[in-house]
């Protein structure tokens, strides 16, 4: 697997499964994925829920290939017959799909006679992918086209995504991802802050601005964040007292 550029980095994710759109089963995937990619200074752009017709995650993959992000799926490639994502990926990439050696020689040593005739069909891969080990019980995922494939199981998803990012983001850490700042401002609501936010952002299009109102005592209350590279935060933190203290939010 070839280390990603460096550049543009975009990472999405999809979840597949009717047990999660259902409620039957609770996701861990989302909270698993974000924290490896923490350790990795990334973060999740998006993420996608999608039950298991395959005509709906066939079209689900045709639209993220669309993308340049680098996207984990979770689910749907065991070996019973709602495991539908070897078919839908290979479908929407406009590839084959063809038996892994490497993947059915796994599965024979592993399972022996037993391999066949339906464990083999993990093997059916979309032309071209490449094997993620799975430490847990050793059949592995796949990765084809920035899709990297991983089992529904968390316990076995998460190292697997690790090995992936590892292989992809080489010599990253924490270190190389967005900081985040915030200010807490009693007595104002949203509204009025409106004019300030608009001037921030056209000063710092890079970063990341929020405003979140609530209400606590029956006073309002709105919290602003800042999220960005660390000297492009400094710099936007500064701006933002001055015009807090120009707008009589703040004393000097």
């Known amino acids: 697997m070839e280390p990603h550029d460096g550049r543009n980095i975009e990472i999405g994710a999809v979840i597949i499964g009717d047990e999660i759109l259902s409620g039957k089963r609770r996701d861990r995937h989302q909270a698993n994925l974000t924290a490896a990619l923490a350790e990795k200074g990334l973060e999740l752009a998006w993420l996608r829920i999608v039950g298991d017709d395959p005509v709906r995650l066939t079209r689900n993959f045709r639209e993220t290939a669309?993308?340049?992000?680098?996207?984990?799926?979770?689910?749907?490639?065991?070996?019973?017959?709602?495991?539908?994502?070897?078919?839908?990926?290979?479908?929407?990439?406009?590839?084959?799909?063809?038996?892994?050696?490497?993947?059915?020689?796994?599965?024979?040593?592993?399972?022996?006679?037993?391999?066949?005739?339906?464990?083999?069909?993990?093997?059916?891969?979309?032309?071209?992918a490449e094997l993620i080990p799975n430490p847990v019980n050793g059949i592995p995922g796949f990765s084809c086209a920035r899709h990297h494939c991983v089992p529904g199981f968390p316990d076995m998803a998460e190292p697997m995504i690790r090995w992936v990012l590892d292989q992809r983001f080489p010599g990253r850490d924490a270190s190389a991802g967005a900081v985040e700042e915030g200010l807490t401002l009693e007595g104002?609501?949203?509204?009025?802050?409106?004019?300030?936010?608009?001037?921030?952002?056209?000063?710092?299009?890079?970063?990341?601005?929020?405003?979140?109102?609530?209400?606590?005592?029956?006073?309002?209350?709105?919290?602003?964040?800042?999220?960005g590279p660390a000297p492009r935060v400094t710099e936007a933190r500064a701006a933002?007292?001055?015009?807090?203290?120009?707008?009589?939010?703040?004393?000097?």
Do not use: K, N, Y
Request: aromatic share 6%.
């Open 66 to 128: 669309d993308t340049d992000a680098e996207v984990f799926s979770f689910g749907g490639i065991g070996a019973t017959p709602d495991d539908r994502t070897r078919a839908c990926l290979a479908e929407a990439l406009g590839l084959s799909l063809r038996p892994h050696p490497e993947f059915i020689e796994l599965l024979e040593r592993r399972f022996g006679a037993e391999a066949r005739p339906h464990r083999v069909r993990m093997a059916d891969l979309p032309e071209g």
């Open 188 to 227: 104002v609501t949203e509204s009025r802050l409106v004019p300030l936010l608009e001037a921030m952002e056209a000063a710092f299009p890079d970063l990341r601005i929020s405003c979140l109102p609530r209400m606590r005592d029956g006073a309002p209350q709105v919290e602003l964040g800042l999220r």
């Open 240 to 252: 933002l007292r001055r015009h807090l203290v120009d707008g009589g939010f703040l004393e000097h």
